[in-house]
C-alpha cells in the first residue's frame, strides 16, 4: 500500500536529480573540452614561439628583424581570436545546454503545478476556487518570468557575439596599421 503524496515526492526527488545529474554532466564535458581547448592553444603558443625565435635570431640586422617581427604579428593575432572565438563558441554551447535542460524542467514544473491547481479547484471547498485563482496567476506570472529571463539570456548572448566580431576586427586593423608601419621603418 503506497501513500499517493510519498511516491509524488519521492518521483520528484527522482526528476531533480536527473536534472542535477544532466546540469553536472554538462558542466564535465564543458570543462573538458575547455581543458583540450587551452591544451592545444598552449602546445600551438609553445611551438609557435620557438619558430619565431628561431626566425628572430637568424636575422642579419635591425631591418630584418623588424620585417619577421611584423610578418610573424599577424598569424599571432589570428589564433588568438580564433582561440576566443573558440572559447566564446564553447561557453554558448553550454549556456544552451543549461537553458535547455532548465526549460524542460520548467515545463514539467508548470504542467505538474497547473494539473495540481486544477485538482485542488476541482475538489475544493466553497471559497477554495479563489486559493486556484491565486495560484493560476502566480504561475502565470512565474511563466512570464522565466520567459523574460530566456529572452533577456539570449539578448545578451547576440551582444556578446556582436562585441567578439567588433573586436575581432578592430584587432585585425590595428595589427595592419602595425605590420605597415614597421614594414616602413624597416624600408628606411
Not at 35 to 41: E, I, Q, R, V
Not at 56 to 66: G, H, I, N, T, V
Not at 117 to 135: L, R
Amino acid at each position: 500500500m503506497s501513500n499517493p503524496n510519498i511516491d509524488q515526492l519521492a518521483a520528484a526527488q527522482k526528476a531533480n536529480a536527473e536534472v542535477m545529474m544532466a546540469l553536472l554532466r554538462t558542466a564535465f564535458n564543458g570543462v573538458e573540452r575547455l581543458t583540450a581547448l587551452n591544451m592545444a592553444a598552449s602546445r600551438e603558443f609553445f611551438n609557435n614561439t620557438v619558430a619565431s625565435t628561431q626566425q628572430l635570431m637568424s636575422a642579419k640586422d635591425a631591418s630584418e628583424m623588424a620585417k619577421l617581427n611584423s610578418n610573424l604579428a599577424q598569424p599571432n593575432v589570428d589564433k588568438l581570436m580564433d582561440y576566443s572565438r573558440n572559447v566564446y563558441d564553447l561557453v554558448a554551447q553550454m549556456q544552451k545546454e543549461v537553458t535547455s535542460v532548465m526549460e524542460a524542467q520548467y515545463s514539467t514544473f508548470t504542467k505538474t503545478a497547473t494539473s495540481a491547481v486544477e485538482k485542488a479547484k476541482a475538489s475544493a471547498p466553497v471559497g477554495g476556487d479563489v486559493f486556484a485563482a491565486t495560484m493560476q496567476s502566480m504561475l502565470g506570472a512565474s511563466t512570464k518570468a522565466f520567459d523574460t529571463m530566456t529572452s533577456m539570456a539570449k539578448q545578451l548572448s547576440d551582444i556578446a557575439e556582436a562585441n567578439m566580431s567588433a573586436a575581432g576586427k578592430a584587432t585585425g586593423k590595428a595589427v595592419s596599421a602595425t605590420t605597415a608601419a614597421a614594414k616602413k621603418t624597416a624600408a628606411k
